[in-house]
């Protein structure tokens, strides 16, 4: 039997970077995507290797991406915090929590690379974001 659990009710929240930080969540998410993480690979391979073929090794991790997709509300304080940070090429930190029993959590320092409106004529404002993580994501419950 499937164990899937629904996605609704997943929130993003940004930092304060206060002393004793608080979060705050993100109006109107829509999507959230990531972290895309990944771990680059070193070429080892010698004359000697077993029949020709390529070696590597584990090289560096890379926390990779959070990709976000709103619905767009220009007057929103906390969706400003984005282009905000953006402006100003702070790095923030952020917390995924997902609707779990037992309230899981990813949460990362990134900046925000990335914010893109969208006033289709036929539909509604939307903004796309993308967050670069820097450091290390963590995943706990």
């Known amino acids: 039997m499937g164990e899937g659990i629904s ?8 930092g ?16 959230i995507t990531g972290p895309g993480m990944s771990m680059d690979t070193v ?5 000697t290797a077993a029949g020709g073929w390529k070696e590597y090794a584990g090289g560096l991790l ?5 990709k976000l ?16 940070a953006m402006s100003a090429r702070t790095k923030k930190n952020f917390k995924i929590e ?5 309230h899981t959590t990813w949460t990362f320092s990134a900046f925000v690379t990335n914010f893109e409106p969208s006033a289709p004529v036929d539909g509604k ?3 796309s974001a993308t967050l670069k993580i820097t450091g290390q994501p ?3 419950a």
């Open 7 to 14: 996605a609704f009710g997943t929130t993003l929240k940004i």
């Open 16 to 31: 304060d970077g206060a002393s004793t930080e608080v979060f705050a969540a993100l109006a109107e998410v829509t999507g």
């Open 43 to 47: 070429d080892i391979t010698s004359h």
């Open 62 to 66: 890379d926390g990779g991406e959070v």
């Open 69 to 84: 997709e709103l619905n767009f509300l220009p007057a929103n304080t906390s969706q400003h915090l984005l282009t905000t």
């Open 98 to 102: 997902f609707p779990d029993t037992a």
């Open 125 to 127: 404002l939307s903004a």
């Open 138 to 140: 963590t995943l706990s």
